[in-house]
């Protein structure tokens, strides 16, 4: 099992930034490729960036170019640095980990908010 713990949401306004962290827990040896997706009011989660074990990393296009994703193996953490935001980027955001047989953990979520 894996436990992920999600921290950094909050309300910031338009054009601003916000990091998020995720730190994980638990059996990290299985764990493969680490990421974040976000679910909107009303909407379906969507995915919005991964990063595998050894660094290559994918970007949805709605982020790239304003949100980098982090990963520290020693420290079993990974982050998002989210720039130039945008009230569409509005929602709660989840810490994902796929471990290597496949099975997919989830954190219990942060909001982020962008005021318009």
């Known amino acids: 099992q894996v436990q992920l713990v999600e921290s950094g949401g909050g309300l910031v306004q338009a054009g601003g930034s916000l990091r998020l962290s995720c730190v994980a827990s638990g059996s990290i040896f299985s764990i493969n490729v680490m990421g974040w997706y976000r679910q909107a009011p009303g909407k379906q989660r969507e995915l919005v960036t991964t990063?595998?074990?050894?660094?290559?990393?994918y970007y949805a296009d709605s982020v790239k170019g304003r949100f980098t994703i982090s990963r520290d193996n020693a420290k079993n953490t990974v982050s998002l640095q989210m720039n130039s935001l945008k009230p569409e980027d509005t929602a709660v955001y989840y810490c994902n980990a796929r471990a290597f047989d496949l099975t997919n953990y989830w954190g219990r979520g942060t909001q982020v908010t962008v005021s318009s």
């Open positions: 990063i595998t074990r050894v660094g290559s990393s």
